[in-house]
């Protein structure tokens, strides 16, 4: 067998009652990169110390896609979550339709309008504008409404494929979360044809229940047959709950994507 692809894994939801660092150190010796969402929280330094490779982040803290002052907000959070991330080497910055508060329910529900597909156009473009100021490379996640994220505008896999391909920049790809898209969309291999030219890192957790793969519907090794198959290489991550012991789930991941 080779390996077909980078693997990473988010560290914020495996090994919760270890420091951070640890997770991160632990995940290097395993050999995957790692996934952080609370930047904030954590000292910066230490996560450096740990010697692991950061595949991605979030990359804001605050704003919006489709409104001004939004606009603003998120330009100013992605600049500041940017050089935090160019401090950890992190490879891709990742955004969300708009601001997820507590529990991941947006900050301000919307609708998004025509004019709202104008204006988060519009911020894209600033945001890849910052990208190239920078040299760092953002990414735009789909999300899924019935579960986790209801209220959330541009969540959908087929939405965010739309903005990331209009705007068709190469500082800005889709981060694509499967898991999220089989609860609102299904039809992943599809899916994953139809985004291919724009995909910068591949997400995945089971459903029901976002433990690893094996644990639910998804037929993940297929899923990683026809990725191979259609050319995909680049990094995959591991963003779900271990269902028990979190090696046991990481060995349980790398054996369904190793094609």
Not at 34 to 54: Q, T, Y
Not at 74 to 101: D, F, I, P, Q
Not at 157 to 179: G, I
Request: proline content about 5%.
């Amino acid at each position: 067998m080779t390996m077909a692809f980078t693997l990473a894994a988010c560290a914020e939801m495996l090994w919760r009652d270890k420091p951070i660092e640890w997770r991160c150190a632990r995940l290097h010796e395993m050999g995957f990169q790692v996934g952080l969402w609370n930047w904030p929280a954590h000292d910066i330094d230490k996560l450096i110390a740990s010697g692991a490779r950061f595949s991605i982040m979030n990359g804001y803290l605050e704003g919006r896609l489709a409104d001004d002052t939004g606009a603003d907000m998120l330009l100013a959070s992605a600049r500041e979550a940017a050089l935090v991330g160019k401090r950890l080497g992190v490879a891709r910055l990742n955004l969300h339709g708009t601001g997820l508060g507590d529990g991941g329910r947006p900050s301000i529900a919307e609708v998004a309008t025509p004019l709202k597909w104008v204006k988060a156009l519009d911020t894209l473009n600033r945001i890849c504008d910052l990208a190239e100021e920078l040299d760092v490379v953002f990414t735009l996640e789909n999300l899924n409404l019935p579960v986790d994220h209801a209220g959330v505008p541009f969540a959908r896999a087929e939405e965010t494929l739309a903005l990331v391909s209009a705007v068709n920049r190469p500082r800005l790809r889709l981060n694509l979360d499967l898991y999220h898209a089989q609860i609102g969309e299904g039809n992943l291999i599809e899916l994953c044809q139809a985004c291919l030219p724009w995909i910068g890192e591949i997400q995945v957790a089971d459903v029901p229940g976002r433990c690893e793969p094996g644990t639910g519907e998804i037929n993940y090794c297929g899923v990683a047959r026809a990725l191979r198959a259609m050319g995909y290489d680049g990094p995959v991550g591991m963003e779900a709950f271990a269902s028990a012991d979190p090696e046991n789930a990481l060995e349980a991941f790398r054996q369904a994507f190793t094609v």
